[in-house]
């Protein structure tokens, strides 16, 4: 089975900040099979990034995810208010089909 | 535009059954893999089982397989889940999900997720 391992559980920043998320996977996996939501509270996830890197539709440009092997990174450039949530990533492939990450809740400081 | 609205969840005691549907508009929902994934209070998510197009494929996580079935009625543009001998840790929201893919191998996703539909599995 492959384990997504998200950190930090917890990141604190301000608005206009950088935030960095780290997506690790207990062994290699195709970046084509890594995607990344972002949830809300009482909302649905909402798709972000496919494939590591691609951006879902609609999806502003300080979004941006990058990453191969077992190391995946989602960066948001400049933190807006509306960007403070539960980031989680997951991938395709493996056993159970689909794997999610715990989740990194990005919180304001 | 897209919509997937789950329903059918509630209170139910353990050892019961619940039958989840999901209703489909704006696309053509025969055209399209979809999927059962759930979120317990304050935990992460977790995939439950997939439906191919036209219902011949069909995978359930290990862990969840044997009391989960997942089932499809292209006329009627619905998603159905099946849940058996419930227990405590059933309780969850459970969404009903798109499945999308890119043009590379292995590049799949959820792109579209209904707001999900609360079971609470208590005496």
């Known amino acids: 089975e492959i384990v997504l391992t998200q950190s930090p559980g917890i990141l604190s920043l301000s608005p206009g900040e950088r935030a960095t998320l780290s997506c690790r996977a207990s062994?290699?996996?195709?970046?084509?099979?890594l995607a990344w939501y972002q949830q809300k509270p009482g909302q649905a996830p909402r798709l972000l990034i496919y494939?590591?890197?691609s951006r879902a539709t609609g999806i502003p440009d300080r979004f941006s995810g990058s990453g191969s092997g077992t190391d995946f990174t989602l960066t948001i450039s400049r933190l807006e208010p509306e960007d403070f949530a539960v980031y989680s990533c997951?991938?395709?492939?493996?056993?159970?089909?689909?794997?999610f990450g715990q989740g990194t809740k990005l919180e304001i400081k | 535009q897209v919509q997937l609205v789950e329903s059918g969840g509630g209170l139910v005691e353990p050892g019961g059954s619940l039958r989840l549907s999901c209703a489909a508009s704006?696309?053509?929902?025969?055209?399209?893999?979809m999927s059962w994934i759930r979120q317990a209070p304050g935990k992460g998510l977790e995939w439950i089982s997939y439906?191919?197009?036209?219902?011949?494929?069909?995978y359930y996580a290990d862990s969840l397989k044997g009391r989960f079935t997942i089932s499809r009625d292209n006329a009627k543009n619905s998603l159905y889940l099946q849940v058996n001998s419930l227990r405590a840790e059933d309780t969850a929201v459970y969404y009903c999900?798109?499945?999308?893919?890119?043009?590379?191998?292995?590049?799949?996703?959820?792109?579209?997720w209904g707001q999900g539909t609360l079971v609470t599995v208590s005496s």
């Open positions: 999900a798109r499945e999308g893919h890119c043009s590379s191998s292995s590049c799949y996703y959820f792109d579209y």
């Open positions: 439906i191919s197009t036209g219902g011949d494929a069909i």
């Open positions: 704006g696309f053509t929902f025969n055209d399209y893999y």
């Open positions: 494939g590591a890197s």
């Open positions: 062994q290699s996996v195709s970046s084509n099979s």
């Open positions: 997951q991938q395709y492939g493996g056993s159970p089909l689909y794997t």
